[in-house]
């Protein structure tokens, strides 16, 4: 009856969290030190939001079961969720040290530890504990590089881009991360972080087109707003823009435009970027009437710069050259 009770919890846990709790209790009255069923009626205390009595959950199922590393992931999370991190970064040491006693299973181990250490690195940031963030980092890197995976390398490259703003660190580490899987979102990427964070447009230039041209080679389309070929398209024109090369940048943007097709449900506003992007390049070449075409179909899609965009057609109609700001 206790494992009737437990499977059926298991399979509603999902759609109906409260019957399932009422599963768990039953599984765990009928045998008190299943720290299974205590995990299980956890994990949907954490569905409802109830941290708190997902920790005490969590904490006696640690009590029957203390080297069930599942069991202390699972209450860290509940202590991140009630901002309770050094007891959470404390659960995950100690996670680590049970997994470290691990017998080794085909770089399973490897890949658990490196996980393990990519979290309490988060968790050490939450604490502004820098340096110790970066030494779990560097511990995943290390456990990865066995592998030839590149999940901790991508995390150590944002702690360094968007955490310490350590950015002769994370152009290291996407040089190691191209060099190990040379693919058309690691182009793009390492091309986002050159334009934005180095401002260094010719290099940026370089990986924008080695992802364009990867993603064309998969058969990508330009319409799908997220993909690495619009997305790299955008960033290229943009430094074809900051580089004076608008002839190129008005190549691109008119690429975008013309395989974007207008959402149904009116949220057009990456399009209408691309038109008033595209209008200032042709503002720039001279044809003041295309220009001002642009800017009025990007008003017309949505645009929240609009008194920017009505006074450069106003200028446009006046013969004006305006002040142009690229965005």
Known sequence: MTNDALERGKERYASEPELAINDFTEAIHAKPNDSEAFRWRAITYMQLEKYSNA???YT??????PKDTNLLIGRAKAYRELREYQKAVEDIEQAIKVEQEQPSEDGFKDFALANLHIECAKVYVQLRNYTTAERHLNEAVQLEAK???TSALEARIEFYRNTVKNFTKAELDFNELIHLTDTKDNRFGRGEFLREDKQDYHRAIDDYTKAVKMAQAD???VSDIWSPLKRSLDGRATCYMNTGQHALAL??????IEASQEDTWGDNKNLSYSYANRALCYAILGDAEKAIYDFERALELGNDRVSEIQANIQQLKKSLKPKWKFW
């Open 60 to 65: 006696n199922g640690i009590e029957y079961n």
């Open 55 to 57: 920790v005490q959950d």
């Open 219 to 221: 058969g990508d389309s």
């Open 251 to 256: 190549a691109d943007f008119t690429l975008v």
């Open 147 to 149: 592998h030839n995976q």
